[in-house]
């Protein structure tokens, strides 16, 4: 296991949960609503105690455990959305407006990479994979072009799978300590996803890269094989 060259390290700025609420206007179980704490909460390997995902099998589970969005990217989707006529009633006046269990400033997805190993409060986490904004962000936004948004800017957020078990609570450091695919920042993992989207030589890259998810890594193959991208609209729009 490499060691990064320069070590990065953020304090964390909030760290929230939530409970499985109805949601939408279907009312569909979902945890994306999440509130600030203070407690010292602990992290284990689905998630942070107290928090709830209405729907596991896309939005939960060890390579889902926790979900990282950078507060560096709210201004920017403030004046997006005052120049879409969408201001979102005052969601992104604070940290959890994309269902984010971690909040912080001076880490994005062009900072992270691939199995970029941190430590967290006491627990130690790795990046797994970077998220797919779903449909659920068009009603959480009152912006019926959210979901598409976020996937084109490419400022989607990221996810942990835990190693080792610990706690966190709010002003505890993230620190990188390990980083094995230097490589494989989110920002080019995201523009080979929904932007150079038939790049063959990167994708088999992609789909051998050992500390990625196995369902990104599964999507990889699958266009190798299909030699066309998959469908993606009823993700981002419910449909």
Same mark, same amino acid.
């Given at each position: 296991?490499?060691?990064?060259?320069?070590?990065?390290?953020?304090?964390?700025?909030?760290?929230?949960?939530?409970?499985?609420?109805?949601?939408?206007?279907?009312?569909?179980?979902?945890?994306?609503?999440?509130?600030?704490?203070?407690?010292? +909460?602990?992290?284990?390997?689905?998630?942070? @105690?107290?928090?709830?995902?209405?729907?596991?099998? &896309?939005?939960?589970?060890? @390579?889902?455990?926790?979900? &990282?969005?950078? *507060?560096?990217?709210?201004?920017?989707?403030? +004046?997006?959305?005052?120049?879409?006529?969408?201001?979102?009633?005052?969601?992104?006046?604070?940290?959890?407006? *994309?269902?984010?269990? +971690?909040?912080?400033?001076?880490?994005?997805?062009?900072?992270?990479?691939?199995?970029?190993?941190?430590?967290?409060?006491?627990?130690?986490?790795?990046?797994?994979?970077?998220?797919?904004?779903?449909?659920?962000?068009? &009603?959480?936004?009152?912006?019926?072009?959210?979901?598409?948004?976020?996937?084109?800017?490419?400022?989607?957020?990221?996810?942990?799978?835990?190693?080792?078990?610990?706690?966190?609570?709010?002003?505890?450091?993230?620190?990188?300590?390990?980083?094995?695919?230097?490589?494989?920042? +989110?920002?080019?993992?995201?523009?080979?996803?929904?932007?150079?989207?038939?790049?063959?030589?990167?994708? @088999?890259?992609?789909?051998?890269?050992?500390?990625?998810?196995?369902?990104?890594?599964?999507?990889?193959?699958?266009?190798?094989?299909?030699?066309?991208?998959?469908?993606?609209?009823?993700?981002?729009?419910?449909?």
């Amino acid at each position: 296991m490499s060691q990064p060259s320069s070590m990065l390290r953020v304090p964390v700025a909030a760290v929230l949960t939530g409970a499985v609420r109805p949601f939408g206007p279907k009312g569909v179980p979902s945890g994306i609503a999440k509130a600030t704490t203070r407690a010292r +909460l602990r992290v284990t390997a689905t998630g942070l @105690e107290g928090d709830g995902q209405g729907d596991p099998r &896309h939005h939960g589970g060890p @390579e889902k455990a926790l979900h &990282h969005y950078a *507060f560096d990217h709210y201004p920017a989707w403030r +004046l997006a959305l005052r120049e879409q006529g969408a201001p979102a009633d005052g969601v992104l006046d604070s940290p959890g407006a *994309f269902g984010e269990n +971690l909040s912080t400033t001076g880490l994005t997805e062009a900072d992270v990479c691939i199995g970029d190993q941190f430590r967290l409060g006491t627990a130690l986490v790795e990046v797994s994979q970077a998220r797919q904004p779903c449909w659920k962000l068009n &009603h959480r936004f009152g912006y019926a072009g959210m979901s598409r948004a976020v996937q084109q800017s490419l400022r989607t957020g990221w996810y942990y799978r835990v190693l080792e078990t610990g706690d966190v609570a709010v002003g505890d450091m993230l620190e990188l300590v390990a980083r094995p695919c230097p490589g494989w920042s +989110l920002h080019r993992l995201l523009q080979l996803l929904y932007v150079d989207r038939l790049d063959y030589a990167a994708l @088999e890259a992609m789909a051998a890269l050992a500390p990625l998810a196995e369902n990104w890594r599964k999507l990889a193959r699958q266009r190798l094989e299909r030699r066309e991208v998959e469908a993606m609209e009823r993700r981002l729009s419910g449909e």
